[in-house]
């Protein structure tokens, strides 16, 4: 459906959707258009006047911006992209098909087209690939005067004015930045790098990881970080809510991942029934696999549970346990190489580190249940038999065994993934759970075996 009908001039359900949310803020009107139609959200934007159509597009939170502009007219479509955001405009447009990516990319003038096309040319998730061409940059020669007055003339076209930055006049290599504060305090006359930082300015190589780039703007407390090429020359600044936008995008997705599914891509709402069991139908599938190993390595100790069936009171506790404690080593060490705080080649840190933690959380979860099973014997609520003080040796000893081996599991699973390049948050709660589950049965086993024989077993 083509809504050039619905010119941005005009439009009744336009009126009504500002008259229904008058007073509501940009942010109010985003979450409003969410939740209508691709259609019917075109016909809202087509009417409403185009510098405010313009900023609720250039909002990341707006879902389907691309769907409604590719159903737009070419004229009306253009004069939005115009509007918007060049990395706005290059994250919409690769959202899109090849022959609609192709329209709309034609109706554009030839220095946007230049500009987007670099920003697409980028990789996702880095610096090159979530910074905007819009910035405030100035000669190393020019006055603080001089500066104010460029400032007043494009902030309307700029990302930000919150940092200008300082170019050699030869060489456009990056030299100084200058904070807005510093300047409009600066005397009129004075040169501009009478006011600008002093040091060497922070930047970011284009095909900088984007959680790098959010490090260095937490650490050096930025609002904006410039993206030099290798001779120095700024390319672009990365804004502190583009690298909020990716990383809640991404967030989201370890998240998910960390269930045991796919990514969902899209808001739970939104995504279909089909799309759903989708989704989550192969982890399901693969995870019960996987826990059918846990049936196989029963049958392989069908003799040892015929002799001593008070066994398999214990085996959810021993089970659950090692679960427990591989997916707790597994959320510790995922965060820790997201934030940067561990690296690959911290393994064997890791390793030295779990082991002794996994050997006295196995100790404590031991010891209660070796009290619980003295106190149910005790207290005449179940009998386990001549041999309890065995079988309760026997649940104190798996327990620690299971829970180390439970940590260690967890703990070196996302260093093995992160090695392969894949995504450490694959290594998913559930997968780790199932995997301990099949280990802890054959580790309680054994040690069953180990201290049981010539009494029950």
């Known amino acids: 459906m083509n809504i050039n009908r619905f010119p941005l001039r005009a439009g009744h359900a336009a009126r009504a959707f500002i008259n229904n949310s008058r007073g509501a803020t940009i942010a109010e009107h985003v979450d409003a258009l969410n939740a209508l139609s691709v259609q019917d959200a075109g016909r809202v934007l087509s009417g409403?006047?185009?510098?405010?159509?313009?900023?609720?597009?250039?909002?990341?939170?707006?879902?389907?911006?691309?769907?409604?502009?590719?159903?737009?007219?070419?004229?009306?479509?253009?004069?939005?992209?115009?509007?918007?955001?060049?990395?706005?405009?290059?994250?919409?447009?690769?959202?899109?098909?090849?022959?609609?990516?192709?329209?709309?990319?034609?109706?554009?003038?030839?220095?946007?087209?230049?500009?987007?096309?670099?920003?697409?040319?980028?990789?996702?998730?880095?610096?090159?690939?979530?910074?905007?061409?819009?910035?405030?940059?100035?000669?190393?020669?020019?006055?603080?005067?001089?500066?104010l007055d460029h400032v007043r003339q494009v902030e309307r076209s700029r990302e930000t004015v919150y940092a200008i930055y300082v170019l050699d006049e030869v060489s456009h290599a990056l030299m100084h930045v200058v904070t807005l504060r510093r300047l409009i305090t600066g005397e009129p006359d004075a040169s501009i790098l009478s006011v600008a930082q002093k040091g060497t300015?922070?930047?970011?190589?284009?095909?900088?990881?984007?959680?790098?780039?959010?490090?260095?703007?937490?650490?050096?407390?930025?609002?904006?970080?410039?993206?030099?090429?290798?001779?120095?020359?700024?390319?672009?600044?990365?804004?502190?809510?583009?690298?909020?936008?990716?990383?809640?995008?991404?967030?989201?997705?370890?998240?998910?991942?960390?269930?045991?599914?796919?990514?969902?891509?899209?808001?739970?709402?939104?995504?279909?029934?089909?799309?759903?069991?989708?989704?989550?139908?192969?982890?399901?599938?693969?995870?019960?696999?996987?826990?059918?190993l846990t049936a196989s390595a029963m049958q392989h100790f069908?003799?040892?549970?015929?002799?001593?069936?008070?066994?398999?009171?214990?085996?959810?506790?021993?089970?659950?346990?090692?679960?427990?404690?591989?997916?707790?080593?597994?959320?510790l060490i995922i965060r820790a190489l997201a934030l940067g705080e561990l690296k690959l080649s911290d393994w064997w840190k890791v390793l030295l580190r779990e082991l002794p933690t996994g050997i006295v959380l196995g100790a404590i979860l031991g010891l209660v249940g070796f009290i619980r099973i003295v106190f149910w014997q005790s207290a005449g609520l179940y009998d386990y038999g001549p041999h309890w003080q065995m079988v309760a040796i026997t649940v104190f000893a798996a327990l620690i065994g299971i829970v180390t081996f439970g940590s260690i599991c967890g703990s070196m699973l996302p260093f093995l993934l992160q090695k392969l390049r894949l995504d450490p948050a694959s290594a998913s709660a559930p997968f780790v759970a199932t995997l301990v589950d099949v280990t802890g049965l054959v580790i309680y086993f054994s040690v069953a075996l180990l201290i049981l024989s010539g009494t029950l077993l």
Do not use: C
């Open 302 to 331: 069908e003799g040892e549970l015929e002799k001593a069936v008070v066994l398999t009171l214990f085996i959810p506790l021993i089970m659950s346990s090692g679960g427990n404690s591989g997916s707790q080593a597994t959320s």
């Open 201 to 292: 300015p922070v930047s970011a190589d284009p095909l900088m990881k984007q959680e790098d780039v959010a490090r260095l703007i937490r650490k050096h407390d930025l609002l904006a970080l410039p993206v030099t090429d290798e001779h120095g020359q700024v390319l672009g600044i990365v804004t502190v809510d583009d690298v909020i936008d990716t990383m809640i995008s991404d967030t989201t997705e370890a998240a998910q991942k960390f269930g045991g599914m796919e990514a969902l891509g899209q808001p739970y709402m939104k995504i279909n029934f089909a799309g759903m069991i989708r989704k989550r139908a192969g982890w399901l599938a693969a995870l019960f696999l996987g826990e059918m």
């Open 48 to 147: 409403m006047p185009l510098d405010y159509a313009v900023n609720i597009l250039d909002r990341p939170e707006l879902r389907n911006a691309a769907q409604i502009l590719a159903l737009m007219g070419a004229e009306d479509a253009a004069r939005l992209l115009h509007g918007m955001s060049n990395d706005r405009v290059a994250d919409v447009l690769l959202e899109l098909d090849g022959e609609t990516r192709a329209r709309l990319f034609s109706s554009l003038d030839e220095p946007v087209r230049i500009a987007i096309q670099h920003l697409m040319g980028y990789p996702p998730r880095t610096a090159g690939g979530i910074m905007t061409t819009e910035f405030v940059s100035v000669p190393d020669s020019w006055t603080v005067a001089q500066t």
